[in-house]
């Protein structure tokens, strides 16, 4: 007989045993043990058992609600998988506006979104979590021309206000570097990571100077300082003239150390982030495709990346032994950064707290959806084209 059988019989007769006779008793016992082959004694303490033990699963009970996986799901997806300490940073600035999108959340559910803990997001999360690894190529040529009139950056700037930028390209060549393609550039401000990116064909010279004076027009604040790496897209005497050849602002115009990325470490995470993670490694191939991508960036994307997605920031760094101990400050948005210095002024800020309030970022997560499928169509129709 199988063990559920046995749990069964057993459950079928300890009533009539309990209420028996010492007679009766035994005439049940003696039926348990040869149906069931246990020991008398064995058989004995079963039948006058009064409370089964029961089974219960090791560690401590769950503290959250079953119903949380959903709206936590259908945030991460929205937040382009952000990691579980930005998450816990955008979750408070993204729920008024899940709730407009799927619906009132109840009072307790919705407590307890907004206290979780990133520990506890990895672990209602891990059963649906997507983890890839990609690389792409590099498509940074050296300009030598003004490598000495454009300086090393051999010290920090004060980066305790915004101003002061990182930039780079980015291929998108598929896996050639041969012909003509679209390149993106990316912009960063080091102290609040303020990002901006625009679609430039070839990084030509007068392209990439361009790119810039758009990305400086629309910018909350001033640049004071740019850092590039060497790439000839940015060492030229068109940029250079830009720069220099004013009679207000300034700029402090300085590279990275050949072959050193981590000079320019905020801007190289940003392509990552910014440009890859949206566009992927696809090639783009026709001029036409630099407005379509621009209208995304400008639009869409940049909206969506600057007030709302947090970004955490390095705040030390220590060795101990052959290990690095890192502490970075608390997830903030550039937007929130930017109303936190003292240095914008606060007409800049109303027009930032305008902007904000103008903004929902599932509708802007649509958008970009939207986009990404147009530039995909014509992509792809001038890839059968060609």
């Not at 020991?39 to 006058?48: D, G, I, P, V």
């Not at 709730?99 to 559910?109: R, V």
């Not at 901006?196 to 400086?216: C, F, L, Q, S």
Request: with cysteine.
């Amino acid at each position: 007989m199988v063990l559920n059988s046995r749990k069964e019989y057993l459950l079928s007769i300890k009533d009539r045993y309990a209420g028996s006779s010492k007679k009766g008793k035994k005439l049940i016992l003696d039926e348990f043990c040869a149906v069931c082959g246990y020991n008398r004694k064995y058989a004995c303490r079963l039948l006058n058992q009064k409370f089964a033990r029961a089974r219960r699963r090791p560690g401590r009970k769950p503290r959250y609600l079953k119903a949380i996986l959903e709206p936590l799901k259908n945030l991460w997806f929205a937040t382009d998988q952000m990691c579980s300490k930005k998450f816990v940073a955008a979750i408070p600035t993204w729920l008024p506006f899940y709730e407009a999108e799927y619906g009132q959340l109840l009072p307790q559910l919705k407590e307890q979104i907004l206290r979780i803990s990133p520990a506890t997001i990895d672990r209602i999360l891990k059963p649906i979590r997507i983890k890839f690894k990609v690389k792409g190529l590099s498509g940074t040529k050296p300009g030598s021309l003004l490598k000495n009139q454009i300086p090393i950056r051999t010290d920090f700037w004060d980066v305790s206000r915004p101003g002061f930028l990182e930039a780079d390209t980015v291929a998108l060549c598929g896996n050639s570097l041969a012909g003509n393609f679209v390149w993106a550039l990316t912009l960063t401000d080091i102290h609040s990571t303020w990002t901006e990116n625009r679609a430039v064909w070839t990084k030509n010279a007068h392209g990439v100077v361009n790119a810039i004076k758009n990305i400086e027009a629309k910018l909350p604040f001033q640049i004071l300082g740019f850092d590039s790496d060497n790439g000839s897209e940015f060492l030229n005497q068109y940029l250079l003239e830009y720069f220099t050849d004013r009679k207000q602002n300034l700029i402090a115009f300085t590279r990275s150390r050949p072959y050193k990325k981590n000079d320019n470490a905020h801007v190289e995470q940003k392509n990552w982030t910014h440009v890859r993670q949206l566009l992927g490694y696809d090639r783009f191939e026709k001029f036409e495709l630099v407005e379509l991508v621009n209208d995304l960036f400008c639009n869409a994307w940049g909206p969506y990346q600057n007030f709302f997605c947090p970004s955490m920031k390095l705040v030390s760094k220590t060795r101990i032994n052959s290990k690095y101990l890192k502490k970075y400050d608390l997830p903030k948005t550039p937007y929130q950064r930017l109303l936190e210095s003292k240095e914008i002024t606060d007409e800049k800020k109303a027009q930032l707290t305008k902007t904000f309030k103008s903004l929902n970022p599932f509708t802007l997560k649509k958008e970009i959806e939207q986009k990404l499928k147009i530039v995909s169509s014509a992509r792809m129709a001038a890839k059968a084209n060609s």
